[in-house]
């Protein structure tokens, strides 16, 4: 399979970056160069700029009809094209085939979703006090231009959704996408652009994230920033762009809690919780993390984790049988490494994996501690890794507040056959998503984000298309 080098798209055309430079793309589960991607330029960001200023006051004046028939056209190029985009998703990124189809699929139906609810941007008229032939009204307009920045593990989905929000809201946008990953992104703004997207609607670039990001927030063009992304560099971004008072929306780290009750579902909460444990090599914002179980039902859970684990088949993403690819990096490999260290050492138990497989590409095993104390790193830090902690509790408000007690507030999930207990979780677990008694299952329809340090603003529902959006106030008094 035929891996492409990557352009930049700015006004309607692929280009080289203006300076000729280029970055290399690796195959993570070889190591092995694999293509080239385009490194802009602060020349190459103007164009950019210009661009999206001008496509902006296009694209701004279509009607949500016309906005629709070019989204959903887009749409479905992506679905015929689903099946090369997967192979070339997996050179750059990794992730099995059926993975990467799936995420492309699920895009499709992403940008249909917003294309719909792009009709029901509402405003509303409010009654004058006094005069009735006063016409108050409240109106929403898009924002502006937007720069979003998007990370390397979901190439696809990631842009999508800020497209999808900003798109049906009558934005323009910059995308700054990954540099690991760009052909998959690039694929997505093909299709765009093949549905007939006016030029300048849509821009594309990659290089240096920190020049890009300071660049583009300062610009007087660009009124709205979108980050998906480690909290870290979230704030970084969001106090640039408070500066310049932008408006932010962030998708933050995450470090999921999975609360397993006494009266739960065991084998339904290895099933979902596990499996969504190693999607993706673990390498997901909302993966399930740390495994908080009830001391009952601890070990039975512990070793079905491990069995679970022992399991997965893991190798190069682009074999039929793999079942988990490798990591992003040999910086992953590291820090697994070094979680795991830290938490033995600390006294928990290795049930399943710790191990680097092979000496080419990145994989780690799927790995599985018990007993893991609360002072381990891997119960702090996120590990974005395919490393599952468990420790154990007697009593769920134990539970709850451990679930609480980091800064992290993306997702949790929890299994439980009690009503009251389900209740419970649902007032007192303080994350953005809360899955109960199932796996993630992620929608268009439905809002995607976090609170706490793992950010603000959604990118799902229609509470997304407000983070493009103006509400203004007019009044109009006869004269």
């Given at each position: 399979?035929?891996?492409?080098?990557?352009?930049?798209?700015?006004d309607?055309?692929?280009?080289d970056?203006?300076?000729?430079?280029?970055?290399?793309?690796?195959?993570?589960?070889?190591?092995?160069?694999?293509?080239?991607?385009?490194?802009?330029?602060?020349?190459?960001?103007?164009?950019?700029?210009?661009?999206?200023?001008?496509?902006?006051?296009?694209?701004?004046?279509?009607?949500?009809?016309?906005?629709?028939?070019?989204?959903?056209?887009?749409?479905?190029?992506?679905?015929?094209?689903?099946?090369?985009?997967?192979?070339?998703?997996?050179?750059?990124?990794?992730?099995?085939l059926?993975?990467?189809?799936?995420?492309t699929?699920?895009?499709?139906?992403?940008?249909?979703?917003?294309?719909?609810?792009?009709?029901?941007?509402?405003?509303?008229?409010?009654p004058?006090?006094?005069?009735?032939?006063?016409r108050?009204?409240?109106?929403?307009?898009?924002?502006g231009?937007?720069?979003?920045?998007?990370?390397?593990?979901?190439?696809?989905?990631?842009?999508?959704?800020?497209?999808?929000?900003?798109?049906?809201a009558?934005?323009?946008?910059?995308?700054k996408?990954?540099e690991?990953?760009?052909?998959?992104?690039?694929?997505?703004?093909r299709?765009?652009?093949d549905?007939?997207l006016?030029?300048?609607?849509?821009?594309?670039?990659?290089?240096?994230?920190?020049?890009?990001s300071?660049?583009l927030?300062?610009?007087?063009?660009?009124?709205k920033?979108?980050?998906?992304?480690?909290?870290?560099?979230?704030?970084?971004?969001?106090?640039?762009?408070?500066?310049?008072?932008?408006?932010v929306?962030?998708?933050?780290?995450?470090?999921a809690?999975?609360?397993v009750?006494?009266?739960?579902d065991?084998?339904?909460?290895?099933?979902?919780?596990g499996?969504?444990?190693?999607?993706?090599?673990?390498?997901?914002c909302?993966s399930?993390?740390?495994?908080?179980?009830?001391?009952s039902?601890k070990?039975?859970?512990?070793?079905?984790m491990?069995?679970?684990?022992?399991?997965?088949?893991?190798?190069?993403?682009?074999?039929?049988?793999?079942?988990?690819?490798?990591?992003?990096?040999?910086?992953?490999?590291?820090?697994?490494?070094?979680?795991q260290?830290?938490?033995?050492?600390?006294g928990?138990r290795l049930?399943?994996?710790?191990?680097?497989?092979?000496?080419?590409?990145?994989?780690?095993?799927?790995?599985?501690?018990?007993?893991?104390?609360?002072?381990?790193?891997?119960f702090?830090?996120?590990?974005?890794?395919?490393?599952?902690?468990?420790?154990?509790?007697?009593?769920?408000?134990?539970?709850i507040?451990?679930?609480?007690?980091?800064?992290?507030?993306?997702?949790g999930?929890?299994?439980?056959?009690?009503l009251?207990?389900?209740?419970l979780?649902?007032?007192?677990?303080?994350?953005?998503?809360l899955?109960?008694?199932?796996?993630?299952?992620?929608?268009?329809?439905?809002?995607?984000?976090?609170i706490?340090?793992?950010?603000?603003g959604?990118?799902?529902?229609?509470?997304?298309?407000?983070?493009?959006?103006?509400t203004?106030?007019?009044?109009?008094a006869?004269?």
């Amino acid at each position: 399979m035929a891996y492409p080098d990557t352009q930049l798209f700015i006004d309607g055309a692929w280009r080289d970056a203006a300076g000729g430079r280029t970055l290399a793309v690796q195959n993570p589960a070889t190591g092995q160069e694999i293509g080239r991607v385009a490194h802009a330029d602060r020349a190459d960001l103007d164009l950019a700029l210009a661009s999206a200023e001008r496509g902006f006051e296009v694209w701004r004046d279509f009607t949500p009809a016309r906005r629709s028939t070019i989204m959903r056209k887009a749409a479905a190029l992506l679905r015929e094209r689903a099946s090369d985009i997967a192979g070339v998703m997996t050179l750059e990124q990794g992730k099995p085939l059926a993975e990467a189809k799936g995420e492309t699929m699920a895009a499709a139906d992403i940008i249909e979703w917003f294309a719909e609810e792009g009709f029901r941007v509402y405003g509303r008229l409010v009654p004058h006090r006094s005069d009735l032939s006063v016409r108050q009204m409240v109106i929403k307009d898009p924002v502006g231009p937007v720069a979003a920045f998007t990370p390397w593990n979901f190439p696809i989905n990631q842009v999508v959704r800020k497209i999808g929000a900003g798109l049906a809201a009558g934005c323009s946008m910059i995308v700054k996408a990954p540099e690991e990953t760009p052909a998959s992104p690039a694929a997505l703004i093909r299709a765009f652009q093949d549905a007939g997207l006016p030029e300048g609607v849509l821009n594309l670039v990659y290089g240096d994230p920190a020049e890009i990001s300071e660049y583009l927030i300062a610009s007087p063009v660009i009124r709205k920033i979108t980050f998906t992304g480690s909290t870290p560099v979230g704030k970084l971004l969001a106090s640039l762009a408070g500066k310049h008072m932008k408006r932010v929306s962030m998708e933050l780290g995450g470090h999921a809690p999975v609360i397993v009750c006494e009266d739960a579902d065991v084998d339904l909460a290895v099933r979902s919780a596990g499996r969504a444990k190693f999607r993706n090599a673990g390498q997901v914002c909302i993966s399930p993390t740390r495994f908080l179980v009830h001391n009952s039902v601890k070990e039975q859970f512990a070793q079905a984790m491990a069995e679970l684990a022992k399991g997965i088949s893991v190798g190069d993403g682009l074999d039929a049988e793999t079942q988990m690819g490798p990591l992003a990096n040999d910086r992953r490999l590291t820090a697994m490494a070094e979680f795991q260290q830290d938490a033995v050492a600390r006294g928990a138990r290795l049930l399943a994996g710790g191990e680097r497989i092979g000496e080419v590409g990145n994989f780690w095993q799927p790995t599985v501690l018990a007993d893991v104390p609360l002072d381990a790193r891997l119960f702090n830090d996120e590990p974005f890794g395919p490393v599952a902690g468990i420790h154990g509790f007697d009593k769920l408000e134990e539970a709850i507040a451990e679930a609480n007690r980091l800064s992290f507030g993306l997702a949790g999930y929890a299994f439980t056959r009690s009503l009251a207990n389900a209740d419970l979780l649902t007032r007192r677990v303080e994350v953005g998503m809360l899955w109960v008694n199932t796996p993630a299952a992620s929608s268009a329809e439905l809002p995607f984000g976090g609170i706490k340090d793992s950010g603000y603003g959604t990118e799902g529902g229609p509470e997304a298309l407000d983070n493009y959006l103006n509400t203004r106030a007019v009044v109009v008094a006869n004269v």
